[in-house]
């Protein structure tokens, strides 16, 4: 119950902030709720089906590019169109490269992601005249729901409105993916991860669920790469390099990847602690890997761990 | 033509050389540890930085020029120490847990090493000023070769049929490869699989500063080297499989000659590449050329 209430209470902040927040943090909103929705997609198979892909940033990267191409090149500027093609070309790349993947578990299938990462970087970094190499490519501010905002100061309309369609696309993505793991369909994917052979024995085709699992995640990782291009207005390919799917593997730790809305958490605390380290000392990374490393020592439930297992000692000694 | 063919064979071999040194560690420490470590390329780097401070005070003490390779060469075995205080102060905890989080904590190790190199020696690239060409460079095949690359490929060489010898001839190199075999029954036969642990990694690390302290005379040290060069080798243990000393060395002159092609061929290939046969390699024959065949 108390559960629900924390909930409520952060949707009431998240609706809030822009009134009361100042603008830096509310910008600092943005790059949290469209990474959220990527880790949402980046949990169902870390999470539920107990894959870890050391290469999504490669559908981030998609879902950024798929944008930028769409406003700088083919002159479509409306989010929506934006947001389904983005998703539509992750499930298109991700059902051959997740078809190969599924195939291995553990690190095999975390080397085979890498590479297809690497790939797409490489691509992206290479192909300069499609893509503009390492400088990147303008993400042109785009329509939302048909409202072309072009005349709008920059500050206010990532603050206004782009903060509210992007709190809008996490909510819709939350409670799909909340559908999702509650579903039958979930409730397979957690007997895959837990025991696959019981799992084949039962009638669930082990690679096929896995290859949804990944394909789904691919979707919600470039859905999310796309809501990561306004804000900055431009794309690069560092969005699409190794160590940001290790960052991002790293927020869904953080947060908690045995809970639901641990990665949101996660991706949370990872950018605002991010920027108050980067204020007080340059080194993040030295921070941010002393982090990394006791969680995985001493905290592998990450932040929403921790609170389960306070409120399960709680009941304890309430009984 | 045949200038040309020979030019770009040796830089390759010259890279590959440095490449088996890297991914030589990564594989011991993921035979007997069965831990891919993604910090093997941080080692690296650290040892590219050493090298160049080790080089710089050993010209400032007015050591002389010919001899320069011998304090780089001690420098890069004695970063290698690091690994050691890796492997205690982190890995250890880990060894009983599930593989994803052993390879999250060597992530973690990637990121504080990055920082802490750019806190030692800055952010601006580092170079040994001039001795490469100490050596000269003598001709093959009617292309000039720096003598400095046919050391350190003799170097490598040398470095290669040592860990085999290591491995197949001496006591404890039986006990490592009992080890890796079946780690239990090792321990039950009396193996101090903690010692063993902590040798195999340190050696692994040292394989890679020293590679990074080799490579140093020829190119910049720069903080992103590290991160950069874990792809590559990780190309060389996926293509000769994962865990094999003979797969470490054929995968590294396979990625090193190759690349040298692709660059002098069409550049944009380069890694691209690399990555595609990874890919080809993972997906026809996951276990690599000499790796061991897995259930």
Not at chain 1, 153 to 182: E, H, I
Not at chain 1, 279 to 299: D, Q, T
Not at chain 2, 257 to 271: D, T
């Amino acid at each position: 119950m108390s559960g629900r209430l924390v909930l409520a209470a952060a949707l009431g902040a998240i609706v809030l902030a822009p009134l009361a927040a100042s603008t830096y943090h509310v910008l600092l909103m943005l790059p949290f709720m469209a990474y959220a929705v990527a880790l949402l997609g980046l949990n169902l198979l870390f999470g539920y089906t107990g894959l870890v892909s050391f290469g999504h940033a490669l559908f981030l990267g998609i879902g950024a590019y798929t944008g930028a191409v769409l406003t700088s090149v083919c002159g479509v500027r409306s989010m929506e169109v934006i947001l389904v093609a983005a998703g539509a070309l992750g499930a298109l790349v991700a059902a051959p490269v997740g078809a190969l993947c599924v195939r291995y578990v553990k690190i095999y299938f975390g080397m085979l992601t890498l590479a297809f990462g690497m790939v797409f970087y490489t691509f992206v970094l290479k192909f300069y005249r499609l893509t503009g190499g390492d400088e990147g490519m303008p993400f042109l501010r785009p329509a939302l729901l048909g409202w072309s905002l072009e005349r709008m100061p920059k500050t206010d309309y990532l603050v206004g409105p782009y903060y509210y369609y992007s709190l809008a696309v996490l909510v819709l993505a939350t409670l799909a993916m909340w559908r999702v793991v509650g579903s039958p369909f979930g409730l397979c994917l957690k007997t895959v991860r837990d025991n696959p052979t019981k799992a084949e024995t039962l009638g669930i085709g082990v690679a096929r669920y896995r290859w949804y699992a990944f394909v789904i995640s691919a979707v919600y990782a470039a859905v999310g790469g796309a809501l990561l291009g306004p804000p900055t207005g431009n794309v690069d390919p560092t969005l699409a390099y190794w160590t940001q799917s290790g960052n991002i593997v790293f927020m869904t730790l953080l947060g908690g990847f045995a809970s639901f809305f641990g990665p949101i958490l996660g991706a949370f605390v990872f950018i605002y602690l991010q920027d108050w380290v980067m204020s007080v000392v340059p080194f993040w990374r030295l921070v941010f890997g002393a982090i990394l490393a006791s969680i995985v020592i001493v905290a592998p439930g990450g932040l929403a761990g921790l609170w389960e297992r306070r409120a399960v000692e709680r009941e304890a000694s309430r009984a | 033509m045949i200038q040309q063919v020979v030019g770009v064979v040796m830089s390759g071999v010259f890279h590959a050389s440095i490449l088996f040194l890297v991914s030589a560690g990564l594989q011991v420490v993921f035979g007997v540890q069965k831990i891919f470590n993604l910090a093997c390329g941080s080692f690296y780097a650290l040892g590219a930085y050493v090298g160049v401070s080790a080089v710089g005070w050993y010209a400032a003490a007015g050591g002389p020029p010919a001899l320069f390779i011998v304090p780089l060469a001690v420098a890069g075995l004695a970063a290698g120490g690091v690994g050691l205080v890796v492997e205690r102060g982190l890995l250890r905890f880990v060894y009983d847990r599930d593989e994803t989080f052993q390879l999250l904590l060597t992530f973690a190790v990637v990121l504080m090493m990055e920082d802490a190199i750019r806190m030692t020696w800055g952010t601006s690239p580092r170079s040994t000023s001039g001795l490469y060409l100490v050596y000269g460079g003598v001709s093959v095949l009617g292309t000039t070769v720096p003598v400095y690359n046919l050391i350190v490929i003799g170097a490598s060489l040398a470095i290669a049929l040592v860990i085999g010898w290591l491995l197949t001839r001496t006591a404890f190199g039986r006990i490592i490869r009992a080890t890796a075999d079946n780690r239990e029954m090792a321990e039950a036969l009396g193996v101090d699989v903690r010692r063993v642990f902590a040798g195999v990694f340190t050696l692994g690390t040292a394989l890679g500063t020293l590679g990074g302290a080799l490579v140093i005379p020829a190119t910049a040290a720069m903080s992103e080297m590290g991160i950069e060069l874990i792809v590559e080798a990780f190309a060389v243990v996926v293509i000769g499989g994962l865990g094999s000393m003979r797969g470490a060395f054929v995968g590294a002159l396979s990625v090193g000659i190759l690349r040298a092609i692709a660059i002098s061929v069409y550049p944009k290939l380069e890694m691209l590449l690399i990555y595609l046969i990874v890919i080809a390699v993972l997906v026809l024959r996951p276990r690599g050329l000499f790796g061991e065949a897995r259930a």
